[in-house]
């Protein structure tokens, strides 16, 4: 059996979807068959890639996840979009020739678009769009400039025949406008500004499947160590300093996702199998970590999105503070936790491939970044005055939080811990699909 299967159920879903309304109950138990379907016949397919299969199973999980994570009452049209960037992103990774990626890719972004800019009333969701837009607009232009160019120098659209190519012009190109999608520094410059216009439903979709989806096809190129090592650097210093002194909790999640995009690609500059190994270990964590901090903070602020606000919101209720701060100390890389694991496993493999001043900014920039998370743990804690807050809770009355969210919570928080404890299981699952590629 193919694994072009995944697809074919996600069209078929998206298909009905436009007809009917589908719950998030029935959602899940689609999304359960089609795995369990897939995984029964998948030994039957003798160009079966592992490698494929666990990217797709994820993207599946968090997609899902994202699904039962929007509003009710949005749903209905939300729904709609959410499948086809699921879909748009399981063609991206399936993709072995760069006319079919850049098809997948616009169907990504035009949904991710529709998505942002769905209300209509909002000024701020709008424009955020809009730079969307227009941004990514330019980026797909860069991708079939580089895609003409190397068509003219090789006479193919390959994506393998492309990796086989070193350095070339029209490989930069392609390049450049992949690092546009995963946000990274210099090509970052509508993230902070997108980021604060969107709502926490395109939010939770922008930092997560967009990124999972492009990184596959950027370690399937190859890319020359050189032109990485120099995102890397931009990134992991653009990203540590901008969030510095931030007041918007969306413009820190953006920088955050500039920096941790970093430390992801400076496993990737160095070519090899474990520098892949844990930049696929570190998207991964940082996506589930992500997806959990969004489902709270949706919870907890108002449509100012102030950290004060939100970390004193966060000190009333003990029980959550407790997941932030496990949460913070995550993203900032505090041992024992697993974002700790994950970035020594990075800073250990480009150590070991000879990439030392490189490995030593990470280390200054990952301490930098380290405050501001630290930051949202100290007001929560230990702000003297909580009485304003205290008192705007109650006019406001309690936030409901229904089943399918909190489940979302658990689950994202269970996985955390799970890592942290015991990180051999996702070491294993993901060694294994690295071998397939190498």
Same mark, same amino acid.
């Given at each position: ?11 078929? /879903? #998206?298909?009905?979807? @436009?007809?009917?309304? *589908?719950?998030? $109950?029935?959602? %899940? !138990? +689609? =999304?359960?068959? &089609? ?46 979009? /959410? #499948?086809?960037?699921? @879909?748009?992103?399981? *063609?991206?990774? $399936?993709?072995? %020739? !760069? +006319? =079919?990626?850049? &098809? ?58 492309? $990796? ?7 490989? &930069? ?67 540590? &300093? ?197």
């Amino acid at each position: 059996m193919n694994y072009f299967y995944f697809e074919f159920f996600i069209g078929i /879903l #998206l298909l009905i979807s @436009l007809l009917f309304y *589908l719950s998030p $109950s029935l959602i %899940n !138990l +689609l =999304a359960v068959m &089609i795995v369990l379907l897939v995984l029964i016949n998948c030994n039957t397919d003798p160009n079966q890639n592992s490698w494929d299969l666990i990217v797709k199973l994820f993207i599946l999980g968090i997609g899902v996840s994202i699904y039962n994570f929007l509003q009710p009452k949005i749903i209905s049209s939300a729904g709609v979009l /959410l #499948l086809s960037i699921i @879909l748009a992103s399981l *063609l991206i990774v $399936s993709a072995n %020739n !760069l +006319l =079919a990626l850049y &098809i997948a890719i616009e169907l990504q972004s035009l949904s991710l678009f529709i998505m942002i800019a769905k209300e209509r009333s909002s000024i701020n969701k709008v424009e955020a769009a809009l730079k969307y837009f227009v941004l990514s607009s330019i980026s797909s232009g860069i991708f079939l400039m580089g895609t003409a160019i190397f068509f003219c120098n090789y006479g193919t659209c390959n994506i393998y025949d492309l $990796s086989i190519d070193y350095i070339s012009i029209g490989k &930069i190109l392609i390049i450049a406008a992949l690092l546009f999608k995963l946000a990274a520094a210099p090509l970052h410059v509508w993230v902070p500004d997108v980021y604060q216009g969107c709502d926490y439903n395109s939010l939770i979709i922008l930092g997560t499947l967009p990124k999972i989806s492009i990184l596959v096809v950027l370690i399937n190129l190859l890319p020359n160590n050189k032109v990485v090592l120099i995102t890397v650097i931009f990134s992991l210093i653009i990203g540590c &300093i901008g969030a510095i002194n931030q007041t918007n909790i969306k413009k820190l999640l953006a920088y955050s996702g500039i920096i941790n995009m970093g430390f992801i690609l400076l496993g990737v500059s160095t070519n090899s199998f474990v520098g892949v190994e844990s930049s696929i270990i570190y998207l991964l964590i940082y996506s589930i970590t992500f997806l959990c901090f969004i489902v709270l903070v949706d919870l907890f602020t108002s449509k100012k999105d102030s950290i004060s606000e939100f970390s004193s919101f966060l000190g009333i209720n003990k029980t959550v503070l407790v997941t932030i701060v496990f949460l913070m100390f995550s993203f900032a890389g505090i041992p024992p936790f697993a974002g700790f694991f994950i970035k020594w496993m990075v800073l250990a493999n480009a150590i070991s491939s000879q990439f030392i001043f490189t490995s030593l900014i990470s280390i200054i920039c990952a301490i930098i970044a380290g405050v501001y998370y630290v930051r949202i743990v100290k007001i929560s804690y230990f702000q003297i005055d909580k009485s304003y807050y205290m008192w705007k809770e109650a006019l406001i009355g309690k936030r409901e939080v229904n089943y399918n969210k909190s489940i979302i919570l658990g689950l994202t928080l269970f996985l955390i811990i799970s890592l942290t404890i015991y990180p051999n299981l996702i070491l294993s699952i993901v060694h294994l699909g690295t071998l397939s590629i190498y």
